[in-house]
């Protein structure tokens, strides 16, 4: 069956250090998301991404976030100065109809 | 504008025993609903989905959920509880037909099965 693929599954990174999650949607899906939870607490909508471009982004998703498809392959989420509350695990998920298939996320820890 | 509530933040049942984990949405626009089940320290698995085709939803590991709209509900039943069936369960509401599509999760429900 196909897979969301994210990597690294574990960043540790320094406060105010650059940090880029990667995806790889599935192949023939049209619709990218990025979903954060913090521990313990619930899923919370980042950013949604079609036909290149945001289509929909949440009030967490400031100016420190970016995202990017460059190569019609993987879909990034950059958080450009990190804060110590900006450790979560972060989802990828893509679509192309009604279901959504998620990554098995990435834990960012910000020391 | 959606939204999700999940009633009942930890549930436990006995081996054996019946499922009922409580969800209601709001939402604008006919509303597509999902269950996940997330292990821990792990992601998120799809049990099931409803697109509005039949009301009454079948999903994996013995999973079902009823989509009621008079009562804006679609609980996850399983007619017997496993001990692999502990995990957190999120329900989430999505618009589907928008570019955005986002998803909006409810807090979640623990699930603790007993011996």
């Known amino acids: 069956e196909p897979e969301v693929t994210q990597t690294p599954s574990h960043q540790v990174t320094q406060m105010g250090q650059e940090v880029i999650l990667r995806c790889v949607p599935i192949s023939n899906h049209l619709y990218f998301y990025w979903y954060r939870q913090i521990l313990g607490q619930k899923v919370e909508f980042l950013v949604s991404?079609?036909?290149?471009?945001?289509?929909?982004k949440s009030e967490i998703f400031d100016d420190q976030f970016s995202v990017e498809r460059p190569d019609g392959s993987n879909f990034t989420l950059k958080i450009r100065s990190t804060k110590l509350e900006d450790s979560a695990m972060y989802f990828c998920?893509?679509?192309?109809?009604?279901?959504?298939?998620f990554g098995s996320g990435t834990r960012l820890t910000v020391v | 504008a959606q939204s999700v509530t999940q009633l009942g933040s930890h549930v436990s049942v006995s081996e054996g025993a019946l499922v009922l984990l409580r969800c209601n949405y709001s939402s604008s626009v006919p509303p597509y609903l999902f269950w996940y089940v997330q292990y821990p320290n792990q992601g998120l698995q799809l049990l099931l989905k409803y697109t509005s085709a039949a009301t009454l939803v079948k999903g994996i590991n013995g999973f079902e959920a009823e989509f009621k709209k008079s009562e804006t509900s679609f609980h996850l039943t399983k007619p017997s509880a496993h001990m692999s069936d502990a995990a957190e369960y999120f329900c989430?509401?999505?618009?589907?037909?928008?570019?955005?599509?986002?998803?909006?999760f409810g807090d979640g429900t623990t699930l603790t099965v007993k011996p």
């Open positions: 998920a893509s679509r192309r109809h009604y279901g959504y298939t």
């Open positions: 991404f079609y036909n290149n471009e945001i289509s929909e």
């Open positions: 989430a509401v999505s618009d589907v037909n928008t570019n955005a599509g986002k998803s909006t």
